[in-house]
């Protein structure tokens, strides 16, 4: 079991704060469809770089020995393999809970921002990306069925990059209706939430203030996104630059174009997210869990989650 929660913060309850969401699609969706061009993927730690269209789902490579060893980063690759959980200021791969039990409370809060529903969660040994265990999320369909964990102590302390490592595992596909699994609350933009989730059945980002999604929700943005095949884990990886107001994410070691936020607005890709031209977030929490806005219920499973300074890797 490794379990390291290295920082100076103290390991407060952490306060959700996520607000509702109208679950209509992008108003600046494109009513055309343009060729996608497929390029060659960045290799984020601990992978090895192979080719992928983006709209064909990936798998997740088997897990190898994690070795820790020097990352270095550039606004456009990363390099390296998986850095050691004992390295991390926050590692969590739920080994040390009874089933049936939730996380340490003193490093995660279990709640819901506004109202409780039907939503539920516990550690489980029903699926596992590592080890015997992983948090399973039992997520209603409507808004107050939601459920997270939620950390506050680990983010503040990391600096201008937020480095994030997780896997999921879905049990249905992602559906047409906007729904998220990860949320990170935003004090530069009113306390409101940077999300995770889906919609248009593929992976995305939606701001919370302004309904702005990444990629914009058009054919073109939705093809340079992937969707997550049900039933296998999937990693996860983000790089959240505060000061720069740039986000990359791969998946299973790839660069994904769609979930790219670069600061060069491009038309189908970022240019709505760049609608609000000086977002520059401060995070200070990370939650884990599900919310819906259009109906869809899902049974998924976190695993191995860890932020960093730093880029993590797959292993």
């Not at 509702?20 to 992008?26: L, N, V, Y």
């Not at 290799?43 to 709209?55: E, I, L, M, V």
């Not at 890709?269 to 977002?279: E, G, M, R, T, V």
């Amino acid at each position: 079991m490794h379990l390291t929660l290295r920082t100076s913060l103290l390991a407060a309850a952490a306060q959700l704060a996520c607000g509702g969401d109208s679950g209509s699609t992008d108003s600046d969706a494109a009513a055309t469809t343009t060729d996608k061009t497929t390029t060659d993927p960045t290799t984020a730690p601990g992978t090895t770089s192979t080719a992928a269209s983006t709209d064909t789902p990936t798998t997740g490579p088997d897990p190898t020995t994690a070795t820790t060893v020097t990352s270095t980063t550039t606004a456009d690759t990363t390099t390296g393999a998986a850095l050691d959980c004992a390295d991390l200021p926050l590692c969590e791969d739920f080994e040390s809970y009874a089933d049936g039990a939730p996380p340490d409370p003193a490093i995660w809060t279990v709640g819901a921002p506004n109202c409780m529903g039907t939503g539920k969660l516990a550690v489980a040994g029903d699926q596992a990306h590592s080890g015997a265990r992983s948090m399973r999320v039992d997520g209603g369909g409507g808004y107050c069925d939601h459920i997270f964990i939620a950390n506050t102590a680990a983010i503040t302390g990391l600096g201008d990059q937020v480095h994030g490592r997780f896997y999921l595992r879905l049990t249905d596909p992602l559906g047409q209706g906007h729904v998220t699994f990860l949320t990170m609350k935003d004090n530069n933009d009113g306390g409101k939430d940077l999300r995770m989730g889906g919609q248009s059945q593929i992976l995305m980002y939606n701001r919370e203030s302004d309904d702005a999604t990444l990629p914009t929700l058009s054919p073109t943005g939705i093809a340079a996104s992937l969707a997550p095949t049900p039933g296998l884990w999937t990693c996860v990886e983000f790089l959240i630059d505060q000061t720069q107001g740039q986000i990359t994410t791969w998946v299973d070691g790839a660069l994904v174009p769609g979930l790219r936020a670069d600061a060069e607005p491009t038309p189908d890709l970022d240019q709505q997210w760049y609608n609000k031209p000086d977002w520059k977030p401060t995070l200070v929490d990370i939650k884990f869990g599900w919310e819906s806005y259009a109906g869809q219920t899902m049974v998924l499973h976190f695993d191995d989650l860890a932020l960093a300074a730093a880029p993590i890797g797959c292993d």
